[in-house]
């Protein structure tokens, strides 16, 4: 690799770090500013219950759209106007001063959001050939440290500022990607002659893709109810106060972040399937730890060693992905993202409803089943590979 290629594919990785971040901020700002918003809006629960799902339906739908449009036209304009798209939204935000404007723009967050997610992630794939998994676990800390930031900003500067200000603050930040991709250079589209239907409908028809995609139903109900409902699973169930679960939920994320930077320092030596493997043991031991925990110190442990647990199961089975289907990242990950998506929309509500009938404690074996499913898949997704490398 020459120098001038090296310093390319490393500015491209900052670029796609930075649009990281910022979908970090999208996923977190709405339970955030949500309490705001009662207040500035007499925003109802119903309103609000209507807000996420506009806004997981919006990133739905470019999920599945993404993948065709990056492969046959290229990434650059695509990440570009959804940075721009992004920023626009959080302006929305920032002035809206009724309910339907405020649900125009977490559509227009949700959508644009999603498209910084896919296209990041497919990109980095394609840059990153010999070492994927590495680099979609970087790409997974800077997700984190985004989720992290509108909390943080929110908690410790509302008061001063007032929710217009760091919103607008937001919308700064949100440009800074949308910049470097403007002045980086890009890879060329891998089908700007034509997009070949019948090689991506051969894709889209893999066993081995479904698997990785049903692998990232559960993954993604595991990370969307863990991080919505164990907050309220330890105050109600364990005793925690409001502030010591919220402490224990930043805890979790901090472990998210801890373990996917573990792993990108040992994927490489590791591999990818083996590193899923052992990931989704570890969390399924921590989710029996923790929806039979009824003490404090199970419980943290719990929710510590499963964040932990979750950090590489995403980053490295899209490297899977990535690796089996280099033609057509975009097209793949379009499959897979719209799958997890759809898992993740599920669970939470699935878990309210046990909750809401058994208790909690019963809503929470959700992701001990999902765990569990994740293993089954994981050793059915290696064996197709066994045989794959066997019969070339």
Known sequence: MSDEHS???????ASLCAGMFVFGIVMAILGAILPSLFATIALDKAEAGNLFLVMNFAMLIMSLAF??????????AFLLACAVLVSASLVMLSAAASYPVVLAAVAVLGFAGGG????????????NPERRGAALNILGIFFGFGALTMPFLIGALLEHLGLETILTVAAVLSLVPAVMYAALHFPRPKHEQGFPLARAASVVGSPLLWLCAFLLFFQSANEFTVGGWI?????ELIGFTPAAAAIVLAGYWAAVMAGRFLSSRIVSRVGNTRLVLASAVLALAAAVMEASAHSAGLAVAGAILLGLGFAAVYPCTLAIVGEAFPAFTGTAFSVVFVVALTGGMTAPWLTGRIAAESGLRQGMLVPVVACAAIVILQLVIMRALRRSTRSR
């Open 7 to 13: 310093t390319s594919a490393s500015g491209l990785m």
């Open 67 to 76: 993948g065709p449009v990056v492969d046959r036209f290229g990434f650059k």
């Open 231 to 235: 907050s309220t699973f330890l105050s």
């Open 116 to 127: 910084l997610n896919g296209g990041a992630n497919a990109l980095a794939s394609d840059l």
